[in-house]
Nanobody, 120 residues
């Protein structure tokens, strides 16, 4: 079965850094587009960053310049390096995978999420 397991969340002070990891299994990782979403209390779930199989990246404007998404295909793992963290970054962060199965369909998977809390 497909599993996406996030780790690395926790409590950090404003201005600090965290590195989230997502270990994937049950998929052909190298052809998947991987991403990170987050959901803060009272807010809609939003895309934070994504990285394609060709390592093209996209970031939300709110994190651009502070967060970096990367992948290690040999380890079936995607990372989110978060620097200069702000209180508004507090959220549950979810790892996602998207694989194109046909010209007209794709399959999406979600991890269980990891809590990131930025507070002094």
């Amino acid at each position: 079965q497909v599993q996406l397991v996030e780790s690395g969340g926790g409590l950090v002070q404003p201005g600090g850094s965290l590195r989230l990891s997502c270990a994937a299994s049950g998929i052909i990782f190298s052809i998947a587009t991987m991403g990170w979403y987050r959901q803060a209390p009272g807010k809609q779930r939003e895309l934070v960053a994504r990285i394609s199989s060709g390592e093209r990246t996209n970031y939300a404007d709110s994190v651009k310049g502070r967060f970096t998404i990367s992948r290690d295909n040999a380890k079936n793992t995607v990372y989110l390096q978060m620097n200069s963290l702000k209180s508004e970054d507090t959220a549950v962060y979810y790892c996602t995978s998207a694989i194109r199965t046909t010209l007209w369909a794709r399959r999406d998977y979600w991890g269980q999420g990891t809590q990131v809390t930025v507070s002094s």
